[in-house]
Nanobody, 126 residues
Framework: QVQLVESGGGLVQAGGSLRLSCAASGRTFSSYNMGWFRQAPGKERAFVACSSWSGGSMYYADSVKGRFTISRDNAKNTVYLQMNSLKPEDTAVYYC???????????????????WGQGTQVTVSS
């Protein structure tokens, strides 16, 4: 079992930055692939970024490439999402997720993650 708690959301102007954190409970954090997803009002939950259990593989949605960076500190049981050059369209509730395995090429699918945090709101004003 893994419990996830996100923090770091808030209100920021376009062009600004935020860093989200996701703290995980449990001794097996380093075994989990970790992902960030977001959900805007009226839209489906969408993939943002993910990191393999070792941090050796990272993937990003095209919409955030070059602006967002995912990282993890297995010693602290924490995964981060550094968000730079924020745009109003980045406004959403951001969720942290953990999963033990990815089927080939399926890292972007919410179904690949068995554990979810409660979400943290990010609002980018224009």
């Amino acid at each position: 079992q893994v419990q996830l708690v996100e923090s770091g959301g808030g209100l920021v102007q376009a062009g600004g930055s935020l860093r989200l954190s996701c703290a995980a409970s449990g001794r097996t954090f380093s075994s989990y692939n970790m992902g960030w997803f977001r959900q805007a009002p009226g839209k489906e939950r969408a993939f943002v970024a993910c990191s393999s259990w070792s941090g050796g593989s990272m993937y990003y949605a095209d919409s955030v490439k070059g602006r967002f960076t995912i990282s993890r500190d297995n010693a602290k049981n924490t995964v981060y999402l550094q968000m730079n050059s924020l745009k109003p369209e980045d406004t959403a509730v951001y969720y942290c997720a953990a999963g033990l395995t990815w089927l080939s090429g399926s890292y972007y699918k919410p179904s690949e993650y068995g554990y979810w945090g409660q979400g943290t709101q990010v609002t980018v004003s224009s």
